[in-house]
């Protein structure tokens, strides 16, 4: 804090007092989600808390400025006094530093939820899904403020965090309908003896997320949890730790019970505490393959149960039968989704030799046209990378592409759209051709829009190319041959599978990895089976015949 900016604060009451300018006026400045305020006794906290961010901003934002862990239905600072730096990817500008938690901050997290367990899971499924299904209509409610809220931590475009929440809320709904019927099963025995199973809860669930879907993974990870008569302890990606928070506030509001849901902030040291916590029942993780690993270590120690949604390489092979603008389509979204940061990216198109040079016509004068800007821009389709540290991995990536013989049809490259987004980091998407399998940029996951397209000749060729990978999270298929698609799709090694469209997540449908890009199933019923445990009772209706 200098000097400058208190006497501005004098002149200028109603101003935030962080630095953050141009394209992320959302923040601070005068907008439609923001009311600031400010007084003295802000001023004095700040010197009492120098992590805190330096405004205070009431109302719809407070998510920004406010406390960032959420324990036992309040947003609370934690212990530690550790922080990191958080970023706005549009600008490149800090919004503020974040307090880590540290060992007692995630200790008073887990017995928050430890604590409430006991009375959550004796909620009925229906009382539970009511909870849920409220928290569904506020977060419709309060879409816009969440959905510019993710746009200011990850950098996406606003047209497409629109889409992400509105999904939240559709999956939260879901899960609030399924609750009720969450049952176990009866079988009879012989002399009228019988069995019946009960679907219990796990316990404590521990989640940790990624940074280019927060609220879903949020979402996602905790309201089928909650179902399951579960409480929850949620660590955000450090990168985008906002809208977590929010979602605490709206179960709150929805009715759900204080210490039901909690969020620790913090790193990767913050998320080793959650998951070697040994009053952590189950641990669902979405990220790399290597911290997955080391999740699922800690989750082998404690014996507990684990789910992994990890990484990809996955392929979308278009056949010359198929629609050839409905396959431009399905491989764009296939890779130019959140700037190319998604798991489930088809970034290995495999296009038909025979139709090669009309689809990459129409690809890449398609994908040239896409519009890099401002994310909170209507038109924008393209915006900021989440970080510098992502946006030079991509670059070098291309550059690793050029040296071993792939030639750039389109994009690759940075790009300053604007000059107050000169701090962000904006990639133009990128199409390689003359690509080989051996390639690095064909075997790396490099979460960036860079789109490799290899030619094949004939469908076994291709199906095992396509399978010639350690990963195995989704694949798609275009074709006009219903049983080749059939065919194909039943031979192709992947968790989800897309014929005739890439990268749609329908509320209802199960989501997750064979090999190594995870265990488990995230969204649909599945998920119910992977927080709960069956109890199996069996009821003895005659005497005990003992043979001793
Ligand atoms: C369901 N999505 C949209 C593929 C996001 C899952 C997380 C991986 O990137």
Known sequence: ?????????????????????????????????????????????????????????????????????????????????QTFDLREPATGKSLRFVASSNEEDVDMAVRSARREFKAWKKFSGFERGNVLKKAANIIRMRSEELARTEVLDTGKPIYEARMDIAGCADTVDYYGGMAAGISGEFLQLSNGNFNYTMREPLGVVGGIGAWNYPFQMATWKSSPALACGNTFVFKPSPFTP?????????????????????????????????????????????????TGTKVMEACAKGIKHVGLELGGKSPCIIFNDSNLDNAVSGAMMANFFTQGQVCSNGTR???QNSIMGPFIAKIVERTKNMKIGNPNHEDTKVGATISEEQAMKVLAYVDIAKKEGASVLCGGERVVPE???????????????????????????????????LGFDTEQEVISRANDTEFGLAAGVFTNDLKRAHRVASELEAGSLYVNNYNVYPV?????????????????????????QVKSVYVEMGDVEAPF
């Not at 002149?11 to 953050?20: E, Q």
């Not at 977590?244 to 790193?267: F, H, R, T, W």
């Open 1 to 81: 804090m200098n000097v400058l900016v208190w006497r501005s604060l004098i002149r200028y009451p109603h101003r935030c007092m962080c630095t953050v300018t141009g394209s992320s006026s959302q923040v601070c400045h005068n907008n439609l989600y923001l009311q600031i305020t400010m007084n003295v006794l802000v001023w004095r906290s700040l010197i009492r808390s120098p992590h805190r961010c330096m405004c205070t901003v009431t109302g719809s934002s407070s998510q920004v400025c406010h406390p960032l862990n959420y324990l036992d239905g309040q947003r609370v600072d934690p212990k530690c006094t």
């Open 242 to 290: 906002l809208t977590a928070v929010m979602l605490g506030e709206i179960y709150k509001e929805a009715g759900l019970p204080d210490g039901c849901y909690n969020v620790i902030q913090g790193e990767g040291e913050t998320g080793a505490l959650l998951g070697n916590h040994p009053d952590v029942n189950k641990m669902t993780f979405t990220g790399s393959v290597p």
């Open 349 to 351: 198109v495999f296009v």
């Open 419 to 453: 000059a107050s987004l000169s701090g962000g980091y904006y990639m133009s998407p990128c199409i390689l051709v003359n690509c080989e399998d051996h390639m690095t940029v064909v075997k790396d996951e490099i979460f960036g829009s860079v789109m490799s397209v």
């Open 508 to 532: 209802g449908v199960p989501f997750g990895g064979y090999k190594k890009s995870g265990l488990g199933r995230e969204n649909g019923p599945e998920a119910l089976d992977l927080f709960t």
